[in-house]
């Protein structure tokens, strides 16, 4: 079992930087793969970033690419999310999520938190 609770969320202008936190509990949290999902409203949740259990491997979504950064702590039993260069369309709730899968699809992951809202101002 996993527990999940994110932190960081907040407002933001346009061009700002945020950074993300999810802290899990669980002696397990190092064999799992973690990612950061979003969702707007009225939008289905959107893959945003991935990290593989040991950080060696990361993936993004094209519409973060560049301006995203994902990295874990498992000695803190942590995952961040560094946010620059936000964009008025980045604004959503937004999941951390844990799986001991290979995909980062929605239905795939096994544990999620109750997110934090981002809004990003023009």
């Known amino acids: 079992q996993v527990q999940l609770v994110e932190s960081g969320g907040g407002l933001v202008q346009a061009g700002g930087s945020l950074r993300l936190s999810c802290a899990a509990s669980?002696?397990?949290?190092?064999?799992?793969?973690m990612g950061w999902f979003r969702q707007a409203p009225g939008k289905e949740h959107e893959f945003v970033a991935g990290?593989?259990?040991?950080?060696?491997?990361?993936y993004y979504a094209d519409s973060v690419k560049g301006r995203f950064t994902i990295s874990r702590d498992n000695a803190k039993n942590a995952v961040y999310l560094q946010m620059n260069s936000l964009k008025p369309e980045d604004t959503a709730v937004y999941y951390c999520?844990?799986?001991?899968?290979?995909?980062?699809?929605?239905?795939?992951?096994?544990?999620w938190g109750k997110g934090t809202l981002v809004t990003v101002s023009s």
């Open positions: 990290i593989s259990w040991g950080g060696g491997n990361t």
């Open positions: 669980g002696r397990t949290f190092s064999m799992y793969a």
């Open positions: 999520a844990a799986t001991l899968g290979s995909s980062w699809s929605y239905y795939g992951m096994d544990y």
